[in-house]
């Protein structure tokens, strides 16, 4: 896996997926009115957003000074993870869908192993990859749940408080 050319298209791609949602919720300004819509935007944008900064310093780093991506990894994790947590309770109180919460709940398991095996690279080893390359599966993983709720929130859950 030639890893620095796997980033620099991953984080590219991930800009690009973050250009085109600004796109979207433009084209959608009543979106931004109400607080609920207006939290689940947000989240959506930082899926796509936190995985391209990540991609960004692991090139940085590369496989010359992983402390660089490892450290930024960790760091942006912890921010992906605290701010799920925070919809996922917003949520929970509000009464989302159960579809909703467990896709954040899914978000905030990849952050958690994100942040794991950015502090502690070896345990890739178990499966035979190097910490960067375990490190981009998790990416991956995290994107497609970012379309994910793309898709559900453009098919209307998450915008219950639209109607409202």
């Not at 952050?111 to 981009?136: C, F, R, T, W």
Request: net charge neutral; charged share 15%.
């Amino acid at each position: 896996m030639d890893v620095s050319t796997f980033y620099a298209l991953f984080s590219a791609t991930c800009f690009t997926l973050v250009g085109l949602w600004w796109n979207v919720v433009q084209s959608h300004s009543e979106w931004m009115r109400a607080p609920a819509l207006r939290r689940v935007v947000g989240g959506i944008y930082l899926s796509f957003l936190l995985p391209a900064l990540m991609g960004l310093f692991a090139q940085v780093g590369g496989t010359e000074q992983p402390w660089i991506w490892r450290a930024s990894f960790v760091v942006i994790a912890v921010i992906g993870c605290a701010s799920t947590l925070r919809l996922l309770a917003r949520d929970r109180a509000e009464g989302v869908g159960a579809g909703l919460l467990w896709h954040r709940v899914g978000v905030t398991v990849l952050y958690v192993l994100i942040a794991v095996v950015g502090s502690h690279p070896e345990m890739a080893d178990v499966v035979n990859l190097k910490g960067i390359q375990a490190e981009a599966l998790l990416l991956i993983l995290l994107v497609v749940l970012g379309h994910a709720l793309v898709w559900r929130f453009m098919a209307g859950e998450g915008r219950a408080a639209e109607a409202t």
